[in-house]
């Protein structure tokens, strides 16, 4: 799916769930939260925290390697996204769950860490570099998953990126999230365990934790996941 029709998607969804809050006003229990789950065509997407020159290209580069440039509303700096990629938008109402913008992204961080983790990679956290990165304690930590995340009324919008079997040679066309420090660069699981992963069986590792730190279930709905919370 193209970054933007996904991004389309995320807009109906989170407009939708704030129209809901407003109606509702008090009781949160009927709203709907969504799990849209995608890989999007090769893309470089930029945050509301990043630079323009992080992006090593120009509009005929881009061209030449067939992958576009978002400025888009997610916190954070630039991000690649391509084949081989899962990317993981949650549209959730926190206020169904709790009003901490820091601990939503640490359970994102979390579900990433638990999903890699069944798989036999360990992942971890580096303090002021969002994201779950492998050999945290090495001198060269690697970054497998970036997250960056937007809120409107506890509403979330944006999520996060897991490299898969994804092409990384993308990620030299620039600067990664911004981090310039050559002590740390970008993996995949494909990369980390030396082989292709079955894409599928990651998503619904991934759909499985996620919803049980949130405490949840999930039903399969017209283009994404449905979440309810369990009583």
């Known amino acids: 799916m193209s970054y933007n029709e996904a991004f389309e998607l995320q807009s109906y969804y989170h407009k939708g769930l704030i129209s809901q809050k407003r109606q509702l006003d008090v009781d949160h229990q009927l709203v709907n939260n969504t799990l849209i789950l995608v890989q999007h065509p090769h893309v470089f997407t930029l945050g509301t925290s990043g630079k323009q020159e992080h ?4 509009q005929d580069d881009l061209g030449h390697i067939e992958a576009q440039f978002q400025k ?3 916190g954070g700096d630039i991000t690649y996204h391509g084949p081989g990629q899962l990317v993981a938008y949650p549209i959730l109402d926190l206020d169904q769950f709790f009003t901490d913008v ?12 638990m999903t890699i983790g069944d798989f036999g990679i360990k992942g971890g956290r580096i303090k002021d570099f969002t994201g779950v990165w492998v050999d945290i304690e090495s001198a060269k930590p690697r970054k497998i998953c970036a997250i960056g995340v937007h809120l409107s009324r506890w509403v979330t ?8 079997n994804t092409d990384l040679n993308y990620f030299d066309y620039i600067i990664p999230c911004g981090i310039e420090a050559e002590d740390k660069s970008v993996t995949s699981m494909e990369k980390e365990l030396g082989k292709s992963i079955e894409f599928e069986q990651v998503k619904e590792i991934f759909i499985h934790h996620l919803s049980s730190l949130f405490g949840t279930s999930t039903k399969s709905i017209k283009h994404g996941i449905g979440i309810s919370k369990n009583s």
């Not at 992006?55 to 120009?58: E, G, S």
């Not at 919008?157 to 898969?164: F, K, P, Q, W």
């Open 55 to 58: 992006l090593k290209l120009n």
């Open 102 to 113: 820091h601990k939503y992204v640490r359970y994102l961080e979390e579900a990433v860490i």
């Open 72 to 74: 888009i509303n997610r």
């Open 157 to 164: 919008l944006h999520g996060l990126a897991l490299n898969v």
